[in-house]
């Protein structure tokens, strides 16, 4: 009986670390995310790292400039957005819209060091 419970138990740690090590990688992080602004509504925070922007992934990751084009082409439509945060994965729905502040989504992005 010990013996079949301390199976399951190592099972389980195996399965931990397998996962943390399937994350995807990250391609840019988030700033400052503003008060009342449609990333923060979405759920991002400051520090989080962007491993999906809508079609956007650390594959096919140009730069800031095409984040910004696919924010404004996709005014008032949710982007579906995966972040890392604290060692996990977070999906959220990004709706790029117009607010009290600047740009549509209320934060900045900076690109990771390759």
């Known amino acids: 009986d010990r013996r079949e419970g301390n199976n399951v138990a190592a099972s389980a740690t195996e399965l931990t ?47 800031v400039p095409a984040i910004a084009g696919l924010v404004n082409n996709s005014e008032d439509r949710p982007l579906q957005v995966a972040v890392l945060r604290r060692g996990a994965r977070k999906d959220v729905i990004l709706k790029p819209q117009r607010w009290k502040g600047q740009g549509l989504l209320g934060c900045f992005v900076t690109p990771l060091a390759s």
């Not at 990250?26 to 700033?31: C, W």
């Not at 995310?33 to 990333?39: G, L």
């Not at 962007?50 to 730069?63: A, E, M």
């Open 17 to 63: 670390a397998t996962s943390k090590e399937e994350l995807p990688m990250a391609f840019a992080r988030i700033g400052r995310v503003s008060a009342d602004s449609p990333a923060l509504k979405a759920g991002l925070a400051e520090g989080d790292l962007l491993v999906k922007f809508g079609s956007i992934s650390v594959d096919n990751f140009t730069g």
